[in-house]
T-cell receptor, first 110, second 112 residues
Framework: RKEVEQDPGPFNVPEGATVAFNCTYS??????FFWYRQDCRKEPKLLMS???SGNEDGRFTAQLNRASQYISLLIRDSKLSDSATYLC???????????FGTGTSLTVIP | ETGVTQSPTHLIKTRGQQVTLRCSSQ?????VSWYQQALGQGPQFIFQ???????GRGNFPPRFSGLQFPNYSSELNVNALELDDSALYLC???????????FGQGTRLTVV
């Protein structure tokens, strides 16, 4: 089983829509969780860290569910500029390994 | 910009050769991690260096090795290159081992 699994999509949504991505992780020893955004042929850019209490940054909301071992990202009022691949990342302190999902592709359509 | 720089940006090598990739971490960051990203995949963790010591390693063979210098910059060395080593190699720096990591623009390696 992969350490981190994401639905690869693609998600095609109209402008203004709300879209949610989930990411599951297999190891309960995982300690830190992040969402990154990656544009085509570019490096991943940190979107937000994910805290146990959940956190929000403008139109973006991240949640962590330790019991079910998943993290989520909600994007409200989608913009054309949100089109990208969204990667979740999980840091397992034991052995200090950092795992990324394969990414979820989002296209926002005018 | 993250302040993490990698060189070179592109590289073509022949199977069996050796390659060295370089990374300068963001000012103040003492931890550097290296990743391999194949097309259509997420980044795969190669290893991490914290204060010049290897501090975690992914599932990569020993021909992938690294180094971190006193100024926290880092190198990734790959020996005996194989065609499957063709990928985007990403370096990420962070302040500490369990915190947000910021990526450089990557080195695109093609092995022919």
């Amino acid at each position: 089983r992969k350490e981190v699994e994401q639905d690869p999509g693609p998600f095609n949504v109209p402008e203004g829509a709300t879209v949610a991505f989930n990411c599951t992780y297999s190891n309960s020893a995982s300690q830190s969780f992040f969402w990154y955004r990656q544009d085509c042929r570019k490096e991943p850019k940190l979107l937000m860290s994910v805290y146990s209490s959940g956190n929000e940054d403008g139109r973006f909301t991240a949640q962590l569910n330790r019991a079910s071992q998943y993290i989520s990202l909600l994007i409200r009022d989608s913009k054309l500029s949100d089109s990208a691949t969204y990667l979740c990342a999980v840091n397992r302190v034991t052995g200090n390994q950092f795992y990324f999902g394969t990414g979820t592709s989002l296209t926002v359509i005018p | 910009e993250t302040g993490v720089t990698q060189s070179p940006t592109h590289l073509i090598k022949t199977r069996g050769q050796q390659v060295t990739l370089r990374c300068s971490s963001q000012s103040g960051h003492n931890t550097v991690s290296w990743y391999q990203q194949a097309l259509g995949q997420g980044p795969q963790f190669i290893f991490q260096y914290y204060r010049e010591e290897e501090n975690g390693r992914g599932n990569f063979p020993p021909r992938f090795s690294g180094l971190q210098f006193p100024n926290y910059s880092s190198e990734l060395n790959v020996n005996a290159l194989e065609l499957d080593d063709s990928a985007l190699y990403l370096c990420a720096s962070s302040l500490g081992v369990n915190t947000e990591a910021f990526f450089g623009q990557g080195t695109r390696l093609t092995v022919v």
